[in-house]
């Protein structure tokens, strides 16, 4: 399963940014989906997961208010609606999957990552 981020970009405090991540797989709607972020110096960390329905929905304590994760099984793509961002919000944010899964927010739980797209909050 390849997986490929797209959306990134610089953005000023406040605004808004929609990432998408397309699956190249015909099953995936059978993937719990999930979104995470790497910051320089520190872990990847969970921002939000959706389960294989979107029926539920998990988000990070920075996440949740502002951001917004959906699917479209369709269209083999997750989305990541982020909102009144901040600087704090500057990292690259990877797209993973996992077939097994809930949603948990363990990043060694997912089989499959994109490489990453980079959104950057500055004035």
């Known amino acids: 399963v390849q997986l490929v981020e797209s959306g990134g970009g610089l953005v000023q405090p406040g605004g808004s940014l929609r990432l998408s991540c397309v699956a190249s797989?015909?099953?995936?709607?059978?993937?719990?989906m999930a979104w995470f972020r790497q910051a320089p110096g520190k872990e990847r960390e969970f921002v939000a997961s959706?389960?294989?329905?979107?029926?539920?929905?998990y988000y990070s304590d920075s996440a949740k208010g502002r951001f917004t994760i959906s699917r479209d099984n369709a269209k083999n793509t997750v989305y990541l609606q982020m909102n009144s961002l901040k600087p704090e919000d500057t990292a690259v944010y990877f797209c993973?999957?996992?077939?097994?899964?809930?949603?948990?927010?363990?990043?060694?739980?997912?089989?499959?990552w994109g490489r990453g797209t980079q959104v950057t909050v500055s004035s």
């Open positions: 993973a999957a996992d077939y097994e899964g809930w949603g948990t927010s363990d990043p060694t739980k997912y089989e499959y």
């Open positions: 797989t015909p099953q995936f709607s059978g993937y719990v």
């Open positions: 959706i389960t294989r329905s979107g029926g539920n929905t």
